[in-house]
Each structure stands twice: as C-alpha cells, then as structure tokens.
C-alpha cells in the first residue's frame, strides 16, 4: 500500500533541508536531493513539475513549521519569555555546525531574486514577528515583564538572535543555544518584573 503523499513530502522535504545544509540554495541540484531521500529525480519531478516548485512547496513546509513550533511555545508550561526562548532554539537545533547554518540561510538570502520565494521568506518572518509580539504581550499580561513597546522589542530580540548566528561563525566553540541565552539575558534583563518572586 502507497504511503500518504504527506509523509512522502515530508520525507522529500527533510532531504531538501539536508542538502541545502551541505551545499547552500545556490549549489544544490536535483540530484543532491533525490541522494538524500532514495528517490528518482523523475519522480521528484512528476510530484513538483519543477526545481523552482520544489523550493517553493518546501517554503511553504517551513512556513507550517514555524507557525506549529508557536503554537507548541503558546501551549507548553513554560513562562512566556523561556517559550519563546524555546522556538528560537528549536529553529536550529538540527544545525551541527556555523557552516550547514550558512548554507541552509542561503534559501532565504539567495531566494530575495525571485519574487515567490521573496514572498514566502517576507511571511515567514512576518509570522515570526507577529507571535513574538503576541508572546511579549502575555508576558507582560501575565507580569512576568514590564509594559514595554513590544514591537521594539520584537525587532530587537529578532536581530539579537540574527546576529548571534553570524557570531557562531567567529566563536564555534560556543552552542548556538548559549548564544541565545546571552541575548534574551541582556535583553530581557531591564524587562523582567522584580516584583514576581
């Protein structure tokens, strides 16, 4: 019995992300991907009609990703500001080194040239916005923070994380994810609400 074109695609999808880890978007063919998943490139291609299809089905994937890593961080026990810590992290937490962080980033910078990519790169990172913002919001509902402009803040914490990604490249010897507590230390370290015990 044929197995569900979901699983298929997810399959087919984590062999796009293994191959953009090894050799960036602007590198990767076909052939790099059908290795890592067993399957033909002609019926990769029968499933997607295209390379550019391809990419853009495994955009909307990560897209989905996204917006389910949120809705976990929303649901779990957690304080707010450690779920939201917890999304970050979960975001690379498959990545073994500075270099597969470079290449899989290359999807999004190199993608800029061709308006559909553009565009799911534009939501994704519009969707990360919008739930970190609505994150700060219940921490600040729940008096975990003080009020503050969370969209400042979004921004801020966003290009933090931005940045500590391009310092792993300069400090490999560190995690990623002691990186990340570094910036939500200094960051939220004005913003935590004394008055909680």
Same mark, same amino acid.
């Given at each position: ?45 029968? +499933? ?6 391809l990419f853009l089905a495994y955009g909307d994937y990560v897209l989905e ?56 790169? +534009? ?5 990360? !916005? ?24 979004? +921004? ?24 990340? !507590? ?12 004394? !008055?909680?015990?």
């Amino acid at each position: 019995m044929a197995r569900p074109r979901a699983f298929q695609d997810e399959v087919i999808f984590h062999g796009v992300y293994q191959a953009l880890c090894k050799k960036g978007y602007g590198q990767v063919a076909l052939t790099d991907i059908t290795e890592e998943v067993s399957i033909s490139p002609a019926a990769l291609m029968k +499933r997607f009609g295209s390379k550019k299809n391809l990419f853009l089905a495994y955009g909307d994937y990560v897209l989905e990703l996204t917006r389910q890593a949120f809705q976990d961080a929303s649901q779990s026990n957690l304080s707010r500001v450690e779920a939201l810590k917890a999304v970050f992290k979960h975001s690379t937490g498959r990545m073994k080194d500075p270099v597969e962080l470079a290449n899989h980033t290359s999807f999004y910078l190199e993608g800029t040239a061709d308006p559909d990519l553009l565009e799911r790169t +534009r939501s994704r990172l519009r969707l990360i !916005d919008d739930h970190t913002q609505h994150m700060l919001e219940q921490a600040i509902a729940s008096q975990e923070i003080i009020p503050c402009d969370v969209a400042k803040v979004s +921004r801020v914490l966003q290009s933090a994380i931005g940045g500590a990604m391009l310092i792993w490249i300069k400090e490999s010897d560190r995690t990623l994810d002691e990186l990340f !507590d570094e910036c939500f230390e200094m960051i939220f370290a004005s913003l935590m609400n004394s !008055d909680i015990d």
